[in-house]
């Protein structure tokens, strides 16, 4: 018979594996990929490059990288089947629908579908970081009642999946930004959606099927969805592109005191891991400064500062990076509802890393319960 103590609810404290991947230490607030720190590859390293950096343990070499460039160019386009499948849901439903969708005819329709082999597997995984952005760019559009754009293999990925989702060249600051992004939400260790991954893989399932599960993991606003949670916040406070920095913080730590009094849960706040800062957020607030600056909207950050201050003075629970991402998107002009599907993107990266690992050194996932339901009785 199980005691209270030995129910780890929601597994927390618990170590189930080794991963190679990322080191998540709370206790200096970093984060490292495959050895090194995040902030350093968001300073200095393309998405392309970190992608291949969780996938192979190593940077790329210029030459690997080329080729890896233009593969990722050549696979961009959007399928015709997925796009008739997408064509199929409802402008209505929750993008993440759409993406977890997306993935799963792509899967289907694969010609590798079943080969699990380590080099068929890291072949789907580059297609499939290939062929994302066009998902979440062509829902946005079509929500909108504008047309597919095609992509442009003369753009690296950042500028092309801007470029797919507003029919626009963006300014460098503003694809910078977007890069840093990917580079910030690529990987996280054992969170609920890569952790989801692997539970798929350790049945010895498809890679597809793995990732469209960790995508309905991701959707949730305890995980993902806080990205897109932090906005409707900053929406229900409102939005007041004249006012001044000053009153919108006032504003803002007047909400927050109120949400704390009636003891609600803010998203974007707080974190499994980190207790006293998430690693990411300072490369991701320094992003969002930038975008601030870049759009000249200084009350996004008086309503940034001052929820983060009064959250701060009543509990002393800090951001989480979607805090920062969330108004970086925003203002980047992307629809409130596409910021999980965007985090898809990234994390397509972490979570194939993952299934690379699990599938290499694989036992099945598979925990024991305690019982707490009515005894045997006769029928
Ligand atoms: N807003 C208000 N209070 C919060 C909070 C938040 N965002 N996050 C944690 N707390 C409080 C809890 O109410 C609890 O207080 P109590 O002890 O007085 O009951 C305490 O802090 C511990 O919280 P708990 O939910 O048990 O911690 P956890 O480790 O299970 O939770 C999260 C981690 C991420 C699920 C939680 O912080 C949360 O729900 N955050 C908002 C969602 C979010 O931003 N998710 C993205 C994560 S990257």
Avoid at 310 to 339: C, R, S, V
């Amino acid at each position: 018979m199980s005691t209270t103590e030995d129910i780890k609810k929601g597994l927390a404290g618990v170590v189930v594996d080794y991963t190679a991947v990322s080191k998540v230490n709370p206790e200096t607030n970093s984060l490292l990929y495959r050895g090194y720190p995040v902030q350093d590859l968001a300073a200095s390293k393309s998405f392309e490059e970190v992608a291949l950096l969780l996938w192979t343990g190593e940077l790329p070499s210029e030459s690997e990288l080329t080729e890896f460039s233009a593969f990722e160019r050549a696979n961009r386009a959007l399928d015709p089947r997925v796009k008739a499948a997408i064509d199929l849901l409802p402008t209505d439903c929750h993008p993440m629908d759409v993406g977890r969708t997306a993935v799963s005819v792509i899967g289907a329709n694969h010609a590798e579908a079943e080969n699990s082999s380590p080099e068929a597997e890291l072949r789907k995984a580059k297609e499939l970081f290939a062929a994302f952005p066009a998902v979440v760019a062509y829902d946005q559009r079509r929500r909108r009642g504008q047309e597919l754009v095609a992509p442009r293999e003369d753009l690296d990925y950042s500028s092309n999946f801007l470029w797919m989702s507003f029919g626009e060249e963006a300014a460098p600051e503003v694809v910078d930004a977007f890069r840093v992004s990917m580079v910030l939400y690529a990987e996280h260790s054992f969170n609920a959606s890569t952790f989801t991954a692997r539970v798929i893989t350790s049945t010895l399932s498809d890679l597809h099927s793995a990732v469209t599960g960790a995508i309905g993991a991701l959707k949730g606003p305890l995980h993902g969805g806080a990205n897109e949670a932090v906005m409707h916040t900053f929406d229900e406070i409102g939005i007041d592109k004249n006012e001044s920095r000053k009153d919108a913080a006032v504003r803002a730590k007047a909400w927050m005191e109120d949400a704390l009094a009636q003891k609600k849960k803010v998203m974007g706040f707080g974190h499994r891991v980190y207790k006293h800062g998430d690693s990411r957020v300072p490369t991701m607030k320094a992003a969002l400064d930038k975008m601030i600056e870049h759009y000249g909207r200084s009350e996004m950050l008086g309503l940034y500062d001052g929820l983060e201050s009064a959250m701060d003075e009543a509990k002393a629970i800090k951001p989480n990076l979607d805090y920062p991402a969330g108004p970086t998107y925003h203002l980047m002009g992307f629809d409130t509802e596409m910021f999980t599907p965007i985090f898809i993107a990234a994390r397509i990266t972490g979570w194939t890393a993952h299934i690379f690992e699990q599938r290499a050194s694989n036992a099945l996932i598979r925990p024991l319960s305690a019982y707490n339901g009515p005894e045997q009785r006769a029928l």
